[in-house]
């Protein structure tokens, strides 16, 4: 499948439709699964306990380099830093806990900021932070979170609405529930074990559209 980019509404940047999110459970190293991504998708590096952390996101930014991915390196910006990522991601916890002035200068900085949601104040914080993209979630159940209570459709759209900034969807994506999102208003797919259905030919979706 094909990505496509779509613009920033806040920042003028290319934020990608699709993003796969490494999980270091489910997929311990994900070098593999980015050699199938498609040029333009997003990757989204999480790996927080893996004991060589750094040496493991340096790969995964050369072959995100090599192959035209966009990467986001999750809740630690001298890392982003150090590996010259595309974009920050934050936790929702690390936005609530104190990481704001570094996140605030490298979004002077021009680059890239996401900021996970699972909460109307999170998206207040988003907002607040002039992020590009709130990632909201769990959507739908999902493995990673099976206490986590999901937002659903409508639980999406309540947090959707209070949302200037472009959305993406986390949590339990399957093609069927991917459409549904999308007509929700979603701007960016997020995957972790969705990502597999996704490259196996399943119907183009056209996500991206300007919120």
Same mark, same amino acid.
Request: positive net charge.
């Given at each position: 499948?094909?990505?496509?980019?779509?613009? *920033?509404?806040?920042?003028?940047?290319?934020?990608?439709?699709?993003?796969?999110? !490494?999980?270091?459970?489910?997929?311990?190293?994900?070098?593999?699964?980015?050699? !199938?991504?498609?040029?333009?998708?997003?990757?989204?590096?999480?790996?927080?306990?893996?004991?060589?952390?750094?040496?493991?996101?340096?790969?995964?930014?050369?072959?995100?380099?090599?192959?035209?991915?966009?990467?986001?390196?999750?809740?630690?910006?001298?890392?982003?830093?150090?590996?010259?990522?595309?974009?920050?991601?934050?936790?929702?916890?690390?936005?609530?806990?104190?990481?704001?002035?570094?996140?605030?200068?490298?979004?002077?900085?021009?680059?890239?900021?996401?900021?996970?949601?699972? *909460?109307?104040?999170?998206?207040?914080?988003?907002?607040?932070?002039?992020?590009?993209?709130?990632?909201? *979630?769990?959507?739908?159940?999902?493995?990673?979170?099976?206490?986590?209570?999901?937002?659903?459709?409508?639980?999406?759209?309540?947090?959707?609405?209070?949302?200037?900034?472009?959305?993406?969807?986390?949590?339990?994506?399957?093609?069927? !529930?991917?459409?549904?999102?999308?007509?929700?208003?979603?701007?960016?797919?997020?995957?972790?074990?969705?990502?597999?259905?996704?490259?196996?030919?399943?119907?183009?979706?056209?996500?991206?559209?300007?919120?």
């Amino acid at each position: 499948m094909k990505a496509s980019y779509v613009g *920033s509404a806040m920042a003028g940047k290319k934020l990608p439709a699709f993003i796969f999110v !490494t999980d270091g459970a489910r997929q311990p190293d994900p070098v593999p699964v980015l050699r !199938t991504l498609p040029r333009g998708w997003g990757v989204l590096f999480r790996h927080y306990d893996h004991p060589l952390r750094e040496a493991l996101g340096r790969r995964v930014a050369r072959l995100c380099k090599e192959r035209g991915l966009r990467l986001l390196v999750a809740g630690d910006v001298r890392l982003a830093a150090r590996l010259k990522a595309d974009g920050l991601h934050l936790p929702e916890g690390l936005a609530r806990r104190g990481i704001l002035s570094p996140a605030l200068l490298w979004r002077q900085q021009g680059r890239a900021l996401s900021i996970a949601a699972h *909460s109307p104040g999170a998206v207040r914080r988003a907002k607040a932070l002039r992020a590009d993209l709130v990632v909201l *979630s769990p959507v739908f159940p999902t493995v990673s979170h099976p206490n986590a209570r999901p937002l659903g459709p409508l639980g999406f759209l309540r947090l959707k609405a209070l949302s200037p900034i472009p959305v993406a969807a986390l949590g339990g994506m399957r093609p069927a !529930t991917a459409r549904r999102l999308r007509d929700c208003g979603a701007f960016t797919l997020a995957l972790v074990d969705g990502v597999f259905l996704f490259l196996k030919g399943a119907p183009r979706l056209s996500c991206g559209r300007n919120p």
